[in-house]
């Protein structure tokens, strides 16, 4: 079912942030949000699952029908039970293990069993390479290894829609490609996500459309070889122009 967010809009003061930003999503789409530092793309994000408070605009997911000008607790509880959310800074419970932190989810929001929850969580972490981290604290954990438990426990969710917020930028350069291959294998999987990077290479390869937000505004959309090869604003040909100088077209990791 086609996911619809509609007419989403967002202020900070006197400062639009999201412009009047809609965007629909078919079942398995990777979305890539690219643009300038400031140009909404995290707070779109955010907006989605209400970490940041739109003012106004609709979204639709599956049965769940939200108008973000009346919204209430339930409804909230609802949209949260149908997103996940893979973040920048891992967010992870540092006093609990890899394991745990994949639970917790499926325990709280989903009420599962602990039993049952416990063996959802462990086949997400061995999906992602960790069977033999489970048991490990976050302070053990390198930080490739603590986002790729950020995204098992996303996962294990079974969201309508996953989220990704910047998921390799609080990453040493080494450890980015193996985050990036657990995303990878999620969206071949077939895992409706929306994706926002800096990494241009990544965007090119894992995305199925490439969103270019500028000023809170979508001013390009299309597959990335459109975006990133044949660019009609010239906002966006000024962009990619100076991110993807060394772009591979080529296979990836």
């Not at 990777?30 to 003012?55: C, H, M, Q, W």
Request: net charge negative; no cysteine.
């Amino acid at each position: 079912m086609t996911i619809k967010l509609s007419n989403l809009y967002k202020k900070f003061g006197d400062t639009v942030v999201l412009d009047d930003v809609s965007l629909e999503i078919e079942p398995g789409d990777v979305i890539a949000l690219i643009g300038a530092s400031g140009a909404g793309k995290s707070t779109f994000l955010r907006s989605i699952n209400y970490l940041e408070v739109p003012d106004s605009g609709h979204v639709d997911i599956d049965d769940l029908h939200l108008d973000f000008a009346n919204i209430n607790k339930d409804d909230i509880l609802n949209l949260r039970r149908k997103t996940a959310m893979v973040f920048q800074q891992f967010n992870l419970f540092e006093r609990r293990t890899a394991l745990e932190n994949v639970m917790e989810g499926l325990i709280q929001v989903k009420k599962i069993d602990k039993v049952t929850a416990a063996e959802q969580a462990a086949q997400e972490l061995i999906k992602v390479g960790l069977s033999d981290r489970m048991a490990y604290y976050p302070k053990f954990l390198s930080g490739g290894q603590k986002q790729r438990v950020g995204i098992a426990r996303a996962l294990a969710m079974k969201p309508a829609l996953l989220l990704l917020d910047e998921p390799t930028s609080a990453l040493d350069p080494e450890l980015v490609s193996e985050v990036q291959a657990s995303i990878i294998q999620a969206a071949k999987s077939g895992q409706t996500m929306i994706i926002v990077s800096h990494e241009m290479d990544f965007v090119y390869h894992v995305a199925s459309k490439v969103i270019f937000l500028e000023q809170g505004k979508i001013i390009e959309s299309g597959t990335p070889e459109d975006v990133f090869y044949a660019p009609k604003h010239p906002r966006t040909k000024e962009f990619l122009a100076r991110h993807t100088k060394n772009l591979e077209i080529g296979s990836f990791l």
